[in-house]
Nanobody, 115 residues
Framework: QVQLVESGGGSVQPGGSLRLSCKISGNIDSIYGWGWYRQAPGKQRELVAVIPAGGGPDYSASVKGRFTISRDNTKDTLDLQMNSLKPEDTAVYYC?????????WGQGTQVTVSS
């Protein structure tokens, strides 16, 4: 079992920055993929950024160059640094981990970009 708890969401003006953090606990050694997803009102959940096992980070075209995903193995966290935020980035953001047997999701954290 793996548990994920996100933090760091909030409201920000266009052009601003936020940093999301996901605290990971449980059977951490079983995880082979990490990622952030988001879901805007009335839309399907979409991939934002991923770190596959043994590979480098990858980003959706809409956030590439603005967002940075990273892992901190000493703190067991998965972070998402979001810069140059746009109104279309408004969504609930979810932390995700994958093991060979299951997918795990956090509870989500709201990010609102508005003037």
């Amino acid at each position: 079992q793996v548990q994920l708890v996100e933090s760091g969401g909030g409201s920000v003006q266009p052009g601003g920055s936020l940093r999301l953090s996901c605290k990971i606990s449980g059977n951490i050694d079983s995880i082979y993929g990490w990622g952030w997803y988001r879901q805007a009102p009335g839309k399907q959940r979409e991939l934002v950024a991923v770190i596959p096992a043994g590979g480098g980070p990858d980003y959706s075209a809409s956030v590439k160059g603005r967002f940075t995903i990273s892992r901190d193995n000493t703190k067991d966290t998965l972070d998402l640094q979001m810069n140059s935020l746009k109104p279309e980035d408004t969504a609930v953001y979810y932390c995700h981990c994958r093991t060979f047997s299951s997918d795990y999701w956090g509870q989500g954290t709201q990010v609102t970009v508005s003037s």
